[in-house]
């Protein structure tokens, strides 16, 4: 069973950092690219960003809100994925959801978000 | 970036009806299209990939079409269980785009 389990969320006062971590179980964590997905609340879903697989080279991809501020990284060997938080806003309060993405075709765009964590929230606040 | 626009931003509808989720958007995606359902509270799931490609576990009653820039989610016979907000997302390009989402309310 795919199992994706965020934390690191909380409290944090504006300007300041915080890490969020995704623990994965049930499949073969380095195949797959993984994303991040956020929901303010009462609001809709906003893509954060992702990062690919080894395979595809790692690289990462972001939101134009979040890029130079937040980092997507990821630990093959423990099946982790991070999203590091700098310079926070209080327009970043949101639940945070740790996300598996799957490619299901040969061609470059043909990408789904397959399984969703439970989602940690994250509350920019002095 | 693509925007996305799904209409109605809400519907009322009863058990047993068949309700159809428009989304729209602003350049042509091909077949770039995802669907998924949210429960209050509750993480999203994936319902539909590659505009009309049902994921595993989904009931056959869900089914998608279009390409394009038009696109739709089906639901053939509502169930109780089907009370929950749905998005359309596009994977054409990054950044990767959402509709605001059409929330079914029972009636």
């Known amino acids: 069973e795919v199992q994706l389990v965020e934390s690191g969320g909380g409290l944090v006062q504006p300007g300041r950092s915080l890490r969020l971590s995704c623990t994965a179980s049930?499949?073969?964590?380095?195949?797959?690219?993984m994303s991040w997905v956020r929901q303010a609340p009462g609001k809709g879903l906003e893509w954060v960003g992702f990062?690919?697989?080894?395979?595809?080279?790692?690289?990462?991809e972001y939101a134009a809100s979040v890029k130079g501020r937040f980092t997507i990284s990821r630990d093959d060997s423990k099946s982790i994925a991070y999203l590091q938080m700098n310079s926070l806003k209080t327009e970043d309060t949101a639940v945070y959801y740790c996300?598996?993405?799957?490619?299901?075709?040969?061609?470059?765009?043909?990408?789904?978000?397959?399984?969703w964590g439970q989602g940690t929230l994250v509350t920019v606040s002095s | 970036d693509i925007q996305m626009t799904q209409s109605p931003s809400s519907l009322s509808a009863s058990v047993g009806d068949r309700v159809t989720i428009t989304c729209r958007a602003s350049?042509?995606?091909?077949?770039?299209l995802n669907w998924y359902q949210q429960k209050p509270g509750k993480a999203p799931k994936l319902l539909i990939y590659a505009a009309s490609s049902l994921h595993s576990g989904v009931p056959s009653r869900f089914s998608g079409s279009g390409s394009g820039t038009d696109f739709t989610l089906t639901i053939s016979c509502l169930q109780p269980e089907d009370f929950a907000t749905y998005y359309c997302?596009?994977?054409?390009?990054?950044?990767?785009?959402f509709g605001q989402g059409t929330k079914v309310e029972i009636k």
């Open positions: 996300t598996r993405v799957s490619k299901y075709c040969s061609g470059g765009s043909c990408y789904s978000v397959d399984y």
């Open positions: 350049q042509s995606i091909s077949t770039y």
């Open positions: 990062i690919r697989s080894k395979a595809y080279g790692g690289t990462t």
């Open positions: 049930g499949f073969t964590f380095g195949d797959y690219a």
């Open positions: 997302q596009q994977s054409y390009n990054t950044p990767w785009t």
